[in-house]
């Protein structure tokens, strides 16, 4: 009986871990951390708008994920398509974007003559693990 017992709870430990590994490999997480300056924004919403598509007025955040009080965030569950990440300090806490209060930024690269943020996107295919999506400065908008 005892025998039966370990044989048991062996094959349900192998069938946890085959499973993680499943779980793993369909799962899609995208992780960051997002600064104004080199200085950490907490309460931020980081969300993906599809590629070509910039944030309006009105946008809702209520999907995006927030920064911790170190600036770190983690998407999961990220479907794959083709996305622009982008963080945005809702000044107001109305959960929308006003670009007349809120300050945004995006992951990307410096433009060398503006030094804005030019989008890069972001290529998410299934099972991806993709870190270091950092968003290094936020705007206020003209």
């Keep these: ?57 009105g946008i809702s955040l209520s999907n995006g994920m927030i920064t911790d009080p170190n600036g770190d965030y983690m998407m999961v569950e990220v479907s794959a398509g083709d996305y622009y990440v982008a963080a945005i300090d809702d000044d107001n806490n109305n959960v929308e974007f006003d670009s007349d209060t809120d300050k945004i930024g995006y992951y990307g690269d410096a433009d060398p003559i503006t030094e804005l943020t030019i989008p890069r996107t972001l290529q998410v295919k299934k099972g991806d693990d993709i870190e270091d999506i950092n968003i290094t400065k936020l705007y206020s908008l003209p």
């Design 1 to 57: 009986m005892k025998r039966n017992l370990y044989f048991f709870a062996l094959l349900i430990l192998i069938a946890m871990i085959g499973c993680d590994d499943v779980i793993k490999e369909y799962t899609t997480t995208i992780s960051g951390k997002v600064t104004n300056d080199g200085t950490p924004v907490s309460g931020a919403y980081v969300i993906l708008l599809e590629a070509g598509v910039s944030a309006s007025t």
